[in-house]
């Protein structure tokens, strides 16, 4: 999907500082000259286009509840069922394949750890291959918004 002129002044305006006001859609709407309308149905279009993977706050999870990185060896026919699956988690917010023995990586957050757990044993039980549960021990910020030009 190409991205218009005024997609990427929105993307770039929501990456950071989205602004914690009642009527959120209304500021950035008087700032990029449209409606609010057209930016949640622009956001709405982006995602289902696979522009963009979600809108969302990202939260500091040692605060609001518990989480892990996990993996999973999946032999390569199988990565998109066994993905699929795995998306299928309200807790699980992303995954990604990588070229290595545990080529399935995700990360589960959930309220507590039980919660968490809950989940890793679920994707277990279905799918009989190796798991690697791997909690932060120290975290880091990573800035990962970028400009879109």
Known sequence: MK???QDRKLLNKIQKNFPLHP???KLL????AISEQEILLRLQELESQQAISRFG????HHRVGSSTL?????????IEEVAAFVNTFVEVNHNYQREHDYNLWFVVNAT?????ERVLD???AKFDYPLLNLPMVKGYHID?????W
């Not at 999973?72 to 026919?77: D, F, I, K, S, Y």
């Not at 507590?112 to 968490?116: A, E, F, L, N, W």
Request: aromatic letters at 8%; glycine letters at 6%; hydrophobic letters at 50%.
């Open 70 to 78: 996990a993996a999973l060896a999946v032999p390569e026919q199988e």
């Open 29 to 32: 709407a008087e700032e990029l």
């Open 57 to 60: 706050a990202v939260f500091n």
């Open 112 to 116: 507590d750890q039980s919660g968490v």
């Open 122 to 124: 679920k994707i277990a």
């Open 144 to 148: 990962l918004g970028f400009p879109l």
């Open 23 to 25: 009527e959120p859609f």
């Open 3 to 5: 991205l218009s002129d």
